[in-house]
């Protein structure tokens, strides 16, 4: 009975931490084309602000983001920035024509949908 009592914690944490696995990216390859960036949070099960843009990764190593606004004042703006794929995670300029980069890690990925963890933010995308 104690071995059990002693084992039982270790077996939790093992499924807390399973159940936030990171999914590492081999290439860009998994990534390439255009994804919908639907959503935003800070937190994972947080409340969700909606967004409209899309994010299409290319070979090249850029990041063309499209998004458009929902009041209308500026309808579309496009921003194009680098990335590339680094230890299983995407990193990407913060900001176009600045070398400051930020690292996302890929919470989940099928072929359909994609979470990323970003620093501050939460990204939900579904592909196009």
Do not use: H
């Not at 807390?16 to 990216?25: I, R, T």
């Not at 843009?53 to 703006?77: A, I, Q, Y």
């Amino acid at each position: 009975m104690k071995k059990y009592v002693k084992i039982l914690p270790l077996v939790a944490l093992f499924f807390a931490f399973s159940a936030n696995a990171e999914v590492a990216l081999q290439s860009n390859s998994e990534i390439l084309g255009k994804w919908k960036l639907y959503a935003e949070a800070i937190k994972l099960d947080g409340e969700k602000k909606a967004v409209t843009t899309v994010w299409d990764f290319k070979e090249d190593g850029t990041l063309l983001t499209t998004s458009t606004d929902s009041v209308g004042r500026t309808k579309e703006m496009k921003i194009t920035i680098k990335y590339s794929i680094e230890d299983g995670g995407i990193k990407k300029q913060k900001t176009p024509g600045q070398e400051k980069y930020e690292s996302c890690k890929v919470i989940e990925k099928d072929n359909a949908n994609m979470t990323l963890k970003c620093p501050f933010t939460y990204f939900f995308l579904t592909k196009l």
